[in-house]
Structure formats: C-alpha cells, structure tokens
C-alpha cells in the first residue's frame, strides 16, 4: 500500500447562518453576543484516507458538501473539527484560471499563476512552451487575458493547474465546462496523471464517467460519507438517492396499489401542442398522470432533468398531490424559459410520499427531448412552476 | 521512497510558505497592471515629485513666503517618506479583500497579499526618492553631507510599521469592511498630525510648558520617521534666527527612531499574530 497522500479525520465544517452575520462593525456591536452559536454544518465526521495514486470519484446530491471537501483538503477553508494532512503539491481544479488579472497577457498570466502555485520563475520557463501548446493559445499568448473568449481563458486555467506537476489533483465539475474536445482532453489529461502516479480526487454529477475513471467511489449526502468503496456502487447509491435509479422500460412498476406514474406528456405550454424539440429560452411543459388506489394517500412527484452523461441538470418538486375518488392525479411542470442547454435530455421521474422518504415509483424516460440553445457555461438558472391539474 | 515523501512535502510547503519569488511576481503584476495602456506609463510617478517641487518653489518661495529657506526640500523629505506608509496601508487594507476571488479558490500563503502591497509602495517609494535625490544633486548640494546615513534607520522603522499597519488592517478589513473607510478618514487626520507641512520645531515651541506633551505627540512613530528623514535631507537647522530642525547632534532623532522602531516592532508583532488567526476564515467570510 503507497502512504496516504491525503488524512483527513474527523472532518466536520460549520458555516455560520449567513443572516445572522455581522458584516461591518456597526452590526457587530448591534448584534453582540446574541450572534448565533448555531450554525450550518457542511460536513461532519468525514474520515478520508486516500493512497498516493488513487482516484476516487466524488459524487453527491446538490448541496451534499462536495465543494466544501475539496475546498478543506486543499486547505482553503480550515476546518471546525477535525484534521487534515496533505503530503505533496495540490493542484486545484476548481475553478479555472482564478488567479488570472484581465489586464496582464496571457504570458504575465502564466508566469502569475505558476507562481501561485508555488512554482519557481526557472520551473515555469521550463515548462512555460508546453503550456501554452496545451491551450492552443500561441498566437494569442502576448494578448491581454481580457480580450481571450471564455474558452480560451479557461484552456490556458487548465494548462497552467496541469503542468505544475502536482502530487494531487483535485477536479470539481471541470467536465462541465468548455466543449466536447475540450473536455475529451481534460479526461485525456486525467488518465496520463493516472500513469504517472499523481493522486486525484475527481468531484462529478456525470454519474457514468465514476466507473470509468476511478477506482474508488465516495458518496457524501449531507455532509456525511455514505458510502465509501467500489464506484459503481457509489453511482447506484447515489441515484437511488436522487431516485433516479429505475430504467426507463418500465419494469420497475411497483405493486397495483401503491402510487405509479401512468403516464407523460411534453408539450409547449402555450398551445398546448405535443412537442420533443425546444429551444433555449422556449417555455417546456411536462405533465404526469399518476394513477394509485382509490382514495390513496397525498403523494408528492419529483423530476430530474439529466443531460449527456447521467448529469442532472435541475430537480424540479411538486407539492403534494391530492388524488382524485378514483386515485388518479395529475402533475404539470412548466419551465418558462429553457436555459441555454445542447443535447438530448432525459426525463428521470420519482413518485414519493410528501415527506420524500418512501418512493413509490421511480422511472426514467431516456431521450425525452432534443434542446438546441447555444452552449453556455455556468450555473444553471431555471425558473419553474408546478400545479396539479384537476 | 523516503526521498520521494521528502520531495512531495517540499512541494506542499513552497504551496504555504511565503517565498520571495511569489512577491517579486506580485509586486510586478501590481506595478504591470498600473501602468498598463498608459503611455507614459511609469514617467506618471517619476514626474510626481517633480511637479511637487516646482509647484511648492512656486507657492511657498515666490508667493507665499513663509520664511523657511528651501521649503520644498523640507516639504519633500518628509512627504515622500509619507506617501509610502500612506500607500502600503491603503493599498495593503484592501489587498486581501480585492483578492477575494484568489482567496477563495487558490490555495496560497494568504500573507502575500498584504506583504506585496508594501512591496509595491516601496518600489514607488524607492523610485521618487531617486528622482528628488538627483534633482538635489542639482540644485541643492548641501543634501549630500554624512547625516543622509540617517535614512537607513528611519526607513527601517518605517518598512516595519507599514508592514504592521498592512497586516492588521488587511486581516481586520475581511470582517470589518467599515477598517478601510476608517484608515482613509484616519489617516488624513494623522498626515496633519505629523510633522510634514510645518516643521516639527513649531510644535516643540508650542508645546514649550508642557514637555510631556510633545513626547506623545513624537511618541507617533511617523513623526521619527519624518523628523529623521527632513534632519538626513534638510540642512538648515537654523535658518534666520529661527530653529526649523533640533540642533545638537542625531540624539533627537535617533532617541526618537527608538521609541518608533519599539511601536512598529510590536505592531508588526500583534499585525502577524492577527492575520495568522483571522485568516483560516478569509475564504469563508469574503
């Protein structure tokens, strides 16, 4: 067994409230002392020992405290309790060309950055020629970073946190920026550091890549490890978690009295037409009838968006459902602008008790609709409704 | 294997530890990124100086006499030596938080943020005094004498009070945002509070029936710093039967550059202590 690269014991993090923080010190004074002893905590009890040249895979619901892990290992936020110890030099992926001043070009960059990252000015000459052949960016090397597109900028944010040559590479959701041959490249990257005995530590919501790539798979679900072992029990584990676990063919019908999806429409909302193909910015309805016994209980329907790769795009919740005398009730979702997504897309849909801790139901439609927006980066920003329809 | 470990934690240390070079590469971008699409560029801060000269010849020597042979140099001096500590502080109050976004997501020595901030004003600093150095050499001679050995402790004592005023503010400004508004309104009170403007020997009159107030008023450590640095430029202790700087040797000056090196020692002292135990919550509260 290669020694640990990475100890991390007893990890817990608390956030204060962010409401209750005093941001001046006028605030302060006002709120002496009644200022919270509460807090959020992002981790708990986080026990992680990972081997030099291991690479495990980081997945959990939105929320779950994956960034906040990454951000404790790489020592950027101290944690509350617990330890952690960290032999070699950390290269962080998560966010890419952070340390970049639009003002400076890309070559002064270069040398910034490496700097940073705890190079020294000969290092980064040495390996200065290389970097920029990584990015693609040699007639551009001498521009301002502020006039680069955001693909370039994040290119050369990659090639500089790469070759660095770290002893541990930590990646959060680079996957989900930049085009297809930019990410077939990162992946390519990630398995020449896999060669080369660099340990890595890889956070994702493309749920398929965690067999592919690691050899171990975390689960972290409010902070604490779930799971902790083989990666495609880790991805089972989590989509049983999202209850986005069932194939679409419909076999994972439950028995005839318990609450079931019947059946899905997607349809433009203002006239109502059946449709498969959006654009970005186009409204998208989607309804569900779900059937159940007479005068069963108040069930509640939650829909996962997932694009390319298993990703989940965006959860969208009902609010409980009253079924009808006869058991049946229908559910409509409308998204009123479609963001700016690519691709074809799944419907992954759970039928649940209000609470959301026993589900019915659970089935995934592959291939529901065609989105053509112009590909953006970023977060996500949806703006949905939901009703039940009588 | 040992000396594969030994080289992996020599890595993880050059990623905390604070080394020269990353201050030299971010005293450069802060200079680079001053300068930049400007024409003359660094000729701005050359020139500074200079207009400084003319404008105080012009006003204090042709229009508003006040008595004092060779004011502007008097002026100079003590101003330029000024404008370093008021630059290191400012610029060094909000270093930390104008870096909120490497903060945030880079692991670093969070330390330099601050430290390059008087890096850059020393290499201001550095600069000006040059260019009033050369203009001397041409119209004011007198300033070349052995007392200009008195800049080396008087810039000591500033460097190391600077640093300490950086490393506070710039830690205390991450939770308290109102610590730059407050240096700034501070600061222009304290620039009036030392000896720049009028020479310190009007205070000492002033101040004739009550020693012990003069004391605290020298007890600011920029007051030392500003007196030594006028005494190591400025040779006209007496001009017109009128006392501008003490006489009688550097014991004024050097008792006084003490008393300041003892505060900005323990400033720099209580500035580091802070920043090490405030900045494990930078990336949180930024």
């Keep these: 067994m290669a020694p640990a690269t990475i100890v991390a014991a007893g990890v817990g993090k608390r956030f204060l409230l962010h409401h209750k923080k005093a941001t001046s010190l006028k605030e302060r004074l006002l709120l002496h002392r009644q200022s919270s002893s509460e807090g959020f905590w992002a981790l708990q009890d986080v026990d992680l020992e990972i081997g030099s040249g291991q690479t495990v895979g980081l997945i959990g619901p939105n929320g779950s405290g994956k960034s906040t892990l990454l951000k404790v290992l790489s020592g950027i936020l101290a944690p509350t309790t617990g330890t952690v110890e960290v032999r070699g030099r950390i290269a962080s992926l998560l966010e890419l060309g952070a340390g970049f001043n639009g003002e400076l070009t890309g070559r002064e960059n270069v040398y910034l950055n490496a700097a940073i990252l705890g190079l020294s000015r000969r290092e980064t000459q040495r390996y200065f020629d290389d970097i920029v052949a990584f990015a693609e960016l040699e007639p551009f090397i001498d521009n301002q970073v502020k006039h680069y597109s955001s693909g370039q900028y994040v290119r050369l944010g990659f090639a500089v946190a790469v070759h660095v040559s770290p002893d541990i590479l930590l990646v959060d959701e680079v996957l989900a920026v930049g085009d297809e041959s930019f990410q077939r490249k990162c992946l390519d990257k990630i398995a020449d550091f896999q060669q080369h005995g660099c340990t890595i530590l890889f956070v994702t919501h493309a749920l398929d890549l965690i067999p592919r790539i690691c050899s171990r798979g975390v689960v972290l679900d409010h902070g604490r490890v779930l799971h902790d072992g083989d990666p495609v029990e880790a991805a089972e584990r989590l989509r049983s978690l999202l209850g986005t676990g069932a194939d679409q063919s419909g076999r994972g019908a439950v028995a005839g009295d318990r609450p079931r999806v019947a059946a899905v429409r997607l349809f433009d909302p203002a006239g109502g037409a059946d449709k498969g193909h959006f654009r970005g910015g186009e409204a998208m309805a989607v309804e569900f009838d779900v059937a159940g016994p007479a005068g069963g209980p108040p069930v509640s329907v939650r829909l996962a968006v997932t694009g390319p790769a298993d990703v989940p795009m965006w959860v969208m919740d009902s609010d409980p459902l009253h079924p009808g005398p006869d058991g049946a009730a229908t559910v409509r979702f409308t998204v009123k602008e479609l963001p700016q997504i690519k691709g074809i897309y799944a419907l992954a849909v759970a039928v649940r008790d209000p609470a959301g801790t026993v589900t019915y139901d659970a089935r995934r439609f592959s291939e529901a609709f065609l989105a053509v927006g112009d590909t953006a980066t970023g977060v996500l920003e949806v703006v949905w409704t939901t009703e039940q329809v009588e | ?286």
Aim: net charge positive.
């Design chain 2, 1 to 286: 294997m040992a000396q594969v470990q030994q080289a992996a934690d020599a890595r993880a240390a050059a990623q905390s530890r604070v080394r020269l070079e990353l201050l030299t590469e971010l005293v450069r971008k802060d200079l680079k990124v001053k300068y930049k699409n400007s024409a003359l560029g660094f000729i701005w801060s050359l020139a500074n100086p200079l207009l400084y000269l003319a404008v105080f010849t012009l006003v204090f020597d042709k229009l508003l006499k006040n008595g004092i042979e060779a004011f502007p140099v008097l002026f100079m001096s003590g101003f330029l030596v000024w404008n370093f500590f008021n630059l290191a502080t400012l610029s060094g109050t909000g270093s930390v938080v104008g870096n909120a976004n490497l903060v945030r997501k880079v692991r670093f020595p969070r330390v330099v943020l601050p430290l390059s901030s008087v890096g850059f004003a020393g290499v201001h600093f550095v600069l000006q005094l040059g260019v009033l150095l050369i203009v001397l050499a041409a119209f004011y001679r007198d300033a070349f004498g052995p007392q200009l050995v008195l800049l080396v402790p008087a810039l000591a004592v500033v460097t190391v009070f600077a640093t300490g005023m950086a490393l506070l503010a710039s830690a205390l400004n991450v939770r308290y945002r109102d610590v730059e508004h407050l240096l700034e309104v501070i600061l222009l009170a304290w620039f009036w509070l030392t000896p720049i403007v009028y020479p310190v020997t009007f205070v000492r009159d002033q101040f004739a029936g009550d020693s012990w107030l003069f004391r605290l008023y020298m007890a600011n450590p920029m007051a030392g710093v500003v007196t030594a640095m006028q005494r190591a430029i400025y040779v006209h202790p007496v001009t017109g039967g009128r006392q501008i700087l003490p006489a009688g040797g550097y014991g004024f000056y050097l008792t006084w550059l003490a008393v300041g090196g003892v505060i900005a020692v323990v400033l720099l002292a209580a500035g580091w202590w802070t920043f090490r135990r405030l900045q494990a919550d930078f990336a949180e509260e930024l």
